[in-house]
């Protein structure tokens, strides 16, 4: 047996057991590990169900519409770089950041446009809006806000939801993570759910 035979064969052997490794053993490893329970939900996209319905991820924040924006009864996520306008929602099929300079004249607009349009809806002055109200995250679908974003939507939910204010600042406690460790975050999607369960009639 000459020596190109004897190469041939031995890259054959490498072939084939690599992709018997790496292309049954390892992915099934991965997906027993993905079974075990307490990890099933994480390894299926952290799925949030109501009712039996899926309706969302706790992973992808997905900014909610109101059926009518002057009687916005819903928590806000971050904006996205993908909204065409201030206040819009992203695709959330698709993610990136603007990729923008902080000088970058366009940003700063875009920025200032943000800030006016949010302290009109929420009834406040501009300077009273937080930073992540206004700027976009790196992948655009960031599922969490800060408390103080959080803390000034309270007010509007309230109002338009019936709701007091106490009960829902307990709902935004409640959907409040990271207290402690690291920089406390809350859950827009969970938090609305909770806002949807303690006054149906909100749409």
């Known amino acids: 047996?000459?020596?190109?035979?004897?190469?041939?064969?031995?890259?054959?052997?490498?072939?084939?057991?690599?992709?018997?490794?790496?292309?049954?053993?390892?992915?099934?490893?991965?997906?027993?590990?993905?079974?075990?329970?307490?990890?099933?939900?994480?390894?299926?996209?952290?799925?949030?169900?109501?009712?039996?319905?899926?309706?969302?991820?706790?992973?992808?924040?997905?900014?909610?519409?109101?059926?009518?924006?002057?009687?916005?009864?819903?928590?806000?996520?971050?904006?996205?770089a993908g909204s065409k306008d201030a206040l819009g929602p992203g695709d959330p099929s698709t993610s990136g950041s603007s990729n923008k300079g902080p000088y970058n004249e366009d940003l700063v607009k875009t920025i200032t446009e943000r800030k006016d349009a949010i302290a009109k809806r929420e009834g406040v002055s501009p300077a009273q809006v937080p930073a992540d109200a206004v700027t976009a995250s790196a992948s655009g679908l960031d599922p969490s806000i800060s408390v103080a974003y959080a803390d000034l939507q309270i007010a509007r939910v309230a109002r338009n939801t019936g709701l007091a204010e106490d009960k829902v600042r307990q709902l935004v406690e409640a959907n409040t993570s990271g207290a402690g460790i690291g920089v406390p975050g809350v859950n827009v999607l969970k938090l609305n759910l909770a806002v949807h369960s303690a006054a149906p009639g909100a749409h």
């Open 1 to 80: 047996m000459n020596t190109m035979v004897k190469q041939t064969l031995a890259g054959l052997r490498v072939l084939i057991a690599m992709t018997v490794l790496l292309g049954l053993i390892y992915p099934l490893a991965v997906w027993a590990v993905g079974r075990i329970p307490g990890l099933e939900s994480n390894a299926e996209g952290s799925i949030v169900t109501q009712n039996g319905q899926a309706v969302g991820s706790s992973l992808i924040g997905v900014d909610p519409v109101a059926a009518d924006p002057a009687h916005d009864p819903w928590f806000h996520n971050r904006p996205s």
